[in-house]
Protein backbone atom coordinates (compact mmCIF):
# COMPACT_ATOMS: atom_id res chain seq x y z
CA UNK A 1 0.00 0.00 0.00
CA UNK A 2 1.62 3.47 -0.76
CA UNK A 3 1.89 6.14 1.77
CA UNK A 4 0.83 9.96 1.54
CA UNK A 5 2.88 13.12 1.31
CA UNK A 6 2.01 13.32 4.56
CA UNK A 7 3.51 10.41 5.60
CA UNK A 8 6.65 10.97 3.97
CA UNK A 9 6.99 14.61 5.11
CA UNK A 10 6.29 13.41 9.11
CA UNK A 11 8.96 10.32 8.62
CA UNK A 12 11.74 12.73 6.71
CA UNK A 13 10.94 15.31 9.77
CA UNK A 14 10.79 18.21 7.11
CA UNK A 15 7.50 19.67 5.85
CA UNK A 16 4.87 19.03 2.79
CA UNK A 17 6.60 21.51 0.83
CA UNK A 18 10.22 19.97 1.24
CA UNK A 19 8.72 16.46 0.57
CA UNK A 20 7.47 18.19 -2.65
CA UNK A 21 10.30 20.02 -3.73
CA UNK A 22 12.69 17.38 -3.37
CA UNK A 23 10.90 15.52 -6.59
CA UNK A 24 10.29 19.15 -8.19
CA UNK A 25 13.21 21.68 -7.53
CA UNK A 26 16.01 19.66 -6.26
CA UNK A 27 17.96 22.66 -6.70
CA UNK A 28 16.34 24.26 -4.00
CA UNK A 29 16.56 21.50 -1.52
CA UNK A 30 19.96 20.31 0.58
CA UNK A 31 21.78 17.50 -0.76
CA UNK A 32 21.30 15.76 2.65
CA UNK A 33 17.96 16.61 2.95
CA UNK A 34 17.05 15.28 -0.30
CA UNK A 35 18.52 12.03 0.07
CA UNK A 36 16.76 11.20 3.73
CA UNK A 37 13.41 12.21 1.84
CA UNK A 38 13.70 10.06 -1.03
CA UNK A 39 15.12 7.24 1.28
CA UNK A 40 11.93 8.03 3.42
CA UNK A 41 9.81 7.84 0.14
CA UNK A 42 11.52 4.27 -0.92
CA UNK A 43 10.72 2.58 2.20
CA UNK A 44 7.21 3.63 2.37
CA UNK A 45 6.38 3.21 -1.16
CA UNK A 46 5.17 6.95 -1.95
CA UNK A 47 5.68 8.52 -5.62
CA UNK A 48 4.74 12.13 -6.53
CA UNK A 49 2.64 12.14 -9.38
CA UNK A 50 4.53 13.22 -12.30
CA UNK A 51 1.49 14.99 -14.37
CA UNK A 52 0.68 17.02 -11.01
CA UNK A 53 4.22 17.44 -10.09
CA UNK A 54 4.85 18.74 -13.87
CA UNK A 55 1.89 20.91 -13.61
CA UNK A 56 2.85 22.60 -10.77
CA UNK A 57 6.35 23.44 -11.76
CA UNK A 58 5.68 24.13 -15.67
CA UNK A 59 8.31 21.95 -16.64
CA UNK A 60 7.57 18.68 -18.76
CA UNK A 61 10.17 17.00 -16.26
CA UNK A 62 11.28 15.06 -19.66
CA UNK A 63 14.79 15.93 -21.69
CA UNK A 64 14.63 14.95 -25.50
CA UNK A 65 17.62 13.09 -26.74
CA UNK A 66 18.11 12.81 -30.29
CA UNK A 67 20.45 9.91 -32.09
CA UNK A 68 21.56 8.99 -35.29
CA UNK A 69 22.43 5.73 -34.98
CA UNK A 70 20.74 2.43 -33.62
CA UNK A 71 20.20 2.67 -30.05
CA UNK A 72 22.10 -1.15 -29.10
CA UNK A 73 25.25 0.27 -30.51
CA UNK A 74 28.24 0.67 -28.12
CA UNK A 75 28.46 4.60 -28.43
CA UNK A 76 24.79 4.80 -27.86
CA UNK A 77 24.20 2.82 -25.45
CA UNK A 78 26.87 4.25 -23.27
CA UNK A 79 25.36 7.83 -23.82
CA UNK A 80 22.00 6.38 -22.54
CA UNK A 81 23.73 4.97 -19.63
CA UNK A 82 25.81 7.99 -18.27
CA UNK A 83 22.27 10.38 -19.27
CA UNK A 84 20.40 8.12 -16.99
CA UNK A 85 22.84 7.98 -14.26
CA UNK A 86 22.09 11.99 -13.82
CA UNK A 87 18.51 12.24 -14.95
CA UNK A 88 16.93 9.64 -12.87
CA UNK A 89 18.31 10.87 -9.63
CA UNK A 90 17.02 14.24 -10.93
CA UNK A 91 13.63 12.86 -10.99
CA UNK A 92 13.30 13.08 -15.01
CA UNK A 93 12.40 11.17 -18.10
CA UNK A 94 14.63 10.74 -21.33
CA UNK A 95 12.42 10.79 -24.76
CA UNK A 96 15.02 8.94 -27.31
CA UNK A 97 14.23 10.08 -30.91
CA UNK A 98 16.02 8.00 -33.17
CA UNK A 99 16.56 10.25 -36.38
CA UNK A 100 17.25 8.54 -39.30
CA UNK A 101 16.82 11.09 -42.41
CA UNK A 102 16.99 15.09 -42.29
CA UNK A 103 13.25 14.98 -42.72
CA UNK A 104 12.78 13.15 -39.74
CA UNK A 105 15.13 16.00 -37.90
CA UNK A 106 13.11 19.01 -39.32
CA UNK A 107 9.92 17.16 -38.58
CA UNK A 108 10.84 17.06 -34.62
CA UNK A 109 11.71 20.68 -34.69
CA UNK A 110 9.01 21.91 -36.23
CA UNK A 111 6.80 20.46 -33.52
CA UNK A 112 8.91 20.90 -30.45
CA UNK A 113 7.40 24.40 -30.27
CA UNK A 114 3.65 22.68 -30.52
CA UNK A 115 4.20 20.49 -28.03
CA UNK A 116 6.26 21.82 -25.41
CA UNK A 117 7.38 18.06 -24.15
CA UNK A 118 10.56 18.95 -23.05
CA UNK A 119 12.27 20.96 -20.62
CA UNK A 120 15.91 20.56 -22.91
CA UNK A 121 17.45 18.93 -26.38
CA UNK A 122 20.46 16.73 -25.90
CA UNK A 123 21.66 16.45 -29.80
CA UNK A 124 24.21 13.00 -30.18
CA UNK A 125 26.68 13.13 -33.13
CA UNK A 126 24.70 15.60 -35.70
CA UNK A 127 24.64 19.11 -36.03
CA UNK A 128 21.66 20.94 -36.30
CA UNK A 129 20.73 24.53 -38.46
CA UNK A 130 20.08 27.98 -37.78
CA UNK A 131 16.24 27.45 -38.39
CA UNK A 132 15.86 25.01 -35.93
CA UNK A 133 17.68 26.81 -33.70
CA UNK A 134 15.39 29.28 -33.48
CA UNK A 135 12.75 27.22 -33.11
CA UNK A 136 13.95 25.79 -30.18
CA UNK A 137 14.62 29.68 -29.17
CA UNK A 138 11.07 30.64 -29.27
CA UNK A 139 10.22 28.30 -26.91
CA UNK A 140 13.33 29.23 -24.43
CA UNK A 141 14.47 25.36 -24.54
CA UNK A 142 18.71 24.86 -23.88
CA UNK A 143 19.98 22.67 -26.72
CA UNK A 144 23.24 20.65 -25.51
CA UNK A 145 25.57 19.05 -27.87
CA UNK A 146 27.75 15.07 -27.25
CA UNK A 147 30.30 14.93 -30.16
CA UNK A 148 28.88 17.87 -32.57
CA UNK A 149 31.50 19.78 -34.32
CA UNK A 150 31.22 23.88 -34.45
CA UNK A 151 28.94 24.11 -31.12
CA UNK A 152 28.76 27.63 -30.28
CA UNK A 153 28.17 28.44 -34.46
CA UNK A 154 25.12 25.77 -33.98
CA UNK A 155 23.42 28.00 -31.17
CA UNK A 156 24.45 25.32 -28.26
CA UNK A 157 23.79 26.68 -24.90
CA UNK A 158 26.61 23.58 -24.26
CA UNK A 159 28.32 20.94 -25.61
CA UNK A 160 30.83 17.80 -24.18
CA UNK A 161 32.90 16.87 -27.33
CA UNK A 162 35.91 14.32 -27.46
CA UNK A 163 38.75 15.84 -29.08
CA UNK A 164 38.89 14.17 -32.52
CA UNK A 165 41.10 16.16 -34.02
CA UNK A 166 43.50 14.82 -31.69
CA UNK A 167 42.25 11.50 -31.74
CA UNK A 168 42.27 11.39 -35.52
CA UNK A 169 45.67 13.06 -35.57
CA UNK A 170 47.30 10.52 -33.35
CA UNK A 171 46.24 7.67 -35.37
CA UNK A 172 47.32 8.59 -38.24
CA UNK A 173 50.84 9.95 -36.74
CA UNK A 174 50.72 6.07 -35.32
CA UNK A 175 50.82 3.99 -38.49
CA UNK A 176 53.31 6.63 -40.29
CA UNK A 177 55.84 6.33 -37.28
CA UNK A 178 55.36 2.68 -37.79
CA UNK A 179 56.89 3.18 -41.29
CA UNK A 180 53.14 2.29 -42.88
CA UNK A 181 52.31 4.61 -46.38
CA UNK A 182 50.27 2.58 -47.92
CA UNK A 183 46.75 3.10 -45.84
CA UNK A 184 43.54 2.68 -45.95
CA UNK A 185 40.86 4.48 -44.43
CA UNK A 186 37.58 2.38 -43.63
CA UNK A 187 34.60 5.23 -43.50
CA UNK A 188 30.11 4.45 -43.55
CA UNK A 189 28.15 5.70 -45.65
CA UNK A 190 25.80 7.80 -43.45
CA UNK A 191 23.98 11.07 -44.55
CA UNK A 192 27.20 13.62 -43.27
CA UNK A 193 24.68 16.07 -42.09
CA UNK A 194 23.53 13.29 -39.52
CA UNK A 195 27.28 12.00 -38.74
CA UNK A 196 28.75 15.34 -37.80
CA UNK A 197 31.71 14.04 -35.38
CA UNK A 198 32.60 10.69 -37.55
CA UNK A 199 33.13 13.01 -40.59
CA UNK A 200 35.42 15.22 -38.50
CA UNK A 201 37.40 12.03 -37.91
CA UNK A 202 37.91 11.41 -41.51
CA UNK A 203 38.60 14.79 -42.88
CA UNK A 204 41.43 15.02 -40.26
CA UNK A 205 42.89 11.50 -40.66
CA UNK A 206 43.27 12.13 -44.52
CA UNK A 207 44.73 15.75 -43.89
CA UNK A 208 47.30 14.79 -41.53
CA UNK A 209 48.39 11.90 -43.64
CA UNK A 210 48.83 14.51 -46.78
CA UNK A 211 50.85 16.79 -44.80
CA UNK A 212 53.27 13.97 -44.65
CA UNK A 213 52.99 13.12 -48.48
CA UNK A 214 50.36 9.79 -47.65
CA UNK A 215 47.34 9.41 -49.64
CA UNK A 216 45.08 7.10 -48.07
CA UNK A 217 42.65 4.93 -50.20
CA UNK A 218 39.34 5.48 -48.70
CA UNK A 219 36.73 2.50 -48.38
CA UNK A 220 33.10 2.90 -47.66
CA UNK A 221 31.49 0.63 -45.29
CA UNK A 222 27.53 0.14 -46.70
CA UNK A 223 25.34 0.12 -43.26
CA UNK A 224 22.28 -1.95 -44.03
CA UNK A 225 18.83 -1.02 -42.44
CA UNK A 226 19.37 -2.76 -39.31
CA UNK A 227 22.84 -1.07 -38.47
CA UNK A 228 24.56 -3.54 -39.38
CA UNK A 229 28.10 -3.13 -41.34
CA UNK A 230 28.85 -4.83 -44.56
CA UNK A 231 32.24 -5.50 -43.70
CA UNK A 232 32.03 -9.10 -46.17
CA UNK A 233 31.86 -5.95 -48.83
CA UNK A 234 34.69 -4.27 -47.24
CA UNK A 235 36.65 -7.13 -47.54
CA UNK A 236 36.02 -7.30 -51.34
CA UNK A 237 37.03 -3.77 -51.86
CA UNK A 238 39.87 -4.16 -50.01
CA UNK A 239 41.08 -7.20 -51.77
CA UNK A 240 40.18 -5.59 -54.99
CA UNK A 241 42.68 -3.01 -54.92
CA UNK A 242 45.65 -2.42 -57.42
CA UNK A 243 47.96 -2.88 -54.17
CA UNK A 244 47.19 -4.38 -50.47
CA UNK A 245 47.58 -1.35 -47.82
CA UNK A 246 50.29 -2.55 -45.15
CA UNK A 247 47.78 -0.48 -42.09
CA UNK A 248 43.90 0.27 -42.20
CA UNK A 249 42.13 2.95 -40.14
CA UNK A 250 38.78 2.43 -39.38
CA UNK A 251 36.15 5.02 -38.15
CA UNK A 252 35.21 3.13 -35.90
CA UNK A 253 35.82 -0.13 -33.54
CA UNK A 254 32.14 -1.18 -34.58
CA UNK A 255 34.10 -1.55 -38.34
CA UNK A 256 37.65 -2.41 -36.91
CA UNK A 257 36.37 -5.74 -34.88
CA UNK A 258 34.72 -7.82 -37.62
CA UNK A 259 37.37 -6.64 -40.40
CA UNK A 260 39.76 -8.18 -37.95
CA UNK A 261 38.53 -11.48 -38.04
CA UNK A 262 37.46 -11.40 -41.52
CA UNK A 263 41.34 -10.64 -42.56
CA UNK A 264 42.47 -13.68 -40.84
CA UNK A 265 39.89 -15.53 -42.54
CA UNK A 266 41.33 -14.71 -45.59
CA UNK A 267 44.23 -15.59 -44.87
CA UNK A 268 46.10 -12.17 -43.93
CA UNK A 269 47.59 -11.91 -41.08
CA UNK A 270 46.87 -8.85 -38.17
CA UNK A 271 49.56 -7.30 -37.73
CA UNK A 272 52.28 -9.32 -39.56
CA UNK A 273 50.53 -8.10 -42.78
CA UNK A 274 48.08 -5.55 -42.29
CA UNK A 275 48.02 -3.17 -39.00
CA UNK A 276 44.63 -2.19 -37.82
CA UNK A 277 43.79 0.87 -35.72
CA UNK A 278 40.06 1.43 -34.61
CA UNK A 279 38.62 4.59 -32.77
CA UNK A 280 36.59 4.14 -29.54
CA UNK A 281 38.13 1.54 -27.19
CA UNK A 282 34.48 0.05 -27.31
CA UNK A 283 33.52 -3.94 -26.11
CA UNK A 284 36.00 -6.47 -26.69
CA UNK A 285 38.65 -4.11 -27.82
CA UNK A 286 41.05 -5.02 -25.08
CA UNK A 287 40.06 -8.65 -24.90
CA UNK A 288 40.96 -8.84 -29.33
CA UNK A 289 44.58 -6.65 -28.78
CA UNK A 290 43.24 -3.80 -30.89
CA UNK A 291 44.81 -0.55 -31.23
CA UNK A 292 42.51 1.52 -30.75
CA UNK A 293 41.33 5.48 -29.69
CA UNK A 294 40.18 5.81 -26.35
CA UNK A 295 36.84 8.20 -25.36
CA UNK A 296 34.72 7.63 -22.52
CA UNK A 297 30.92 8.03 -23.68
CA UNK A 298 29.64 7.26 -20.62
CA UNK A 299 31.41 9.97 -18.81
CA UNK A 300 30.71 12.49 -21.86
CA UNK A 301 26.94 12.07 -21.58
CA UNK A 302 27.07 12.49 -17.44
CA UNK A 303 29.01 15.95 -17.32
CA UNK A 304 26.19 16.96 -20.35
CA UNK A 305 23.42 15.93 -17.87
CA UNK A 306 24.45 17.92 -15.03
CA UNK A 307 25.12 20.97 -17.38
CA UNK A 308 21.77 20.43 -18.75
CA UNK A 309 20.22 20.83 -15.27
CA UNK A 310 21.88 23.55 -14.52
CA UNK A 311 20.63 25.34 -17.54
CA UNK A 312 16.86 24.23 -16.64
CA UNK A 313 17.25 25.46 -13.13
CA UNK A 314 18.88 28.83 -13.91
CA UNK A 315 22.41 28.05 -12.70
CA UNK A 316 25.84 29.37 -14.53
CA UNK A 317 27.39 26.51 -16.41
CA UNK A 318 30.80 26.57 -15.31
CA UNK A 319 33.01 25.67 -19.02
CA UNK A 320 29.90 25.41 -21.16
CA UNK A 321 32.14 23.93 -24.45
CA UNK A 322 34.39 21.17 -23.30
CA UNK A 323 36.83 19.47 -24.81
CA UNK A 324 37.34 16.29 -24.30
CA UNK A 325 41.38 15.11 -24.79
CA UNK A 326 41.29 11.52 -27.00
CA UNK A 327 44.24 9.00 -25.77
CA UNK A 328 46.26 6.43 -28.12
CA UNK A 329 46.00 2.92 -26.55
CA UNK A 330 48.31 0.32 -28.34
CA UNK A 331 47.84 -3.10 -28.09
CA UNK A 332 48.56 -6.15 -30.61
CA UNK A 333 46.94 -5.04 -34.18
CA UNK A 334 49.77 -2.51 -35.26
CA UNK A 335 53.25 -3.15 -35.75
CA UNK A 336 56.37 -1.99 -37.98
CA UNK A 337 56.32 -2.56 -41.85
CA UNK A 338 57.72 -5.27 -43.33
Known sequence: ?????????????????????????????????????????????????RSAAALKSGRALRVAVLMSGHIRLWFTASVIEGLNDVFHAEVYDISIFQISSIEERREFFEMLPVRRNADAVIVVSFDIDDEETRQLASVDVPI??????????????????????????????????????DIAYISTDRDISLSFSVRG?????????????????????????????????????????????TAIACQEDGIALPLMFQLERNGLSVPGDISLIGYDDSFYTADIGLTTIRQDPVEMARAAARMTMDLINGREVREPLRKVPAQLVVRSSTARRR
Not at 37 to 47: D, R
Not at 147 to 170: C, R, Y
Not at 224 to 243: C, E, F, N, R, W
Open 1 to 49: MSSSIQDVAKAAGVSISTVSRSFTRPDLVSAKTRERVLAMAGQLNFSLS
Open 144 to 181: IGINTAESSAHGFAAAVNIDDEQGSTLAARHLMNLGHR
Open 201 to 245: RFNVFMDCCRRDGTEPQVIVCKVDADGHYQIGDVVTQLMSLGTMP
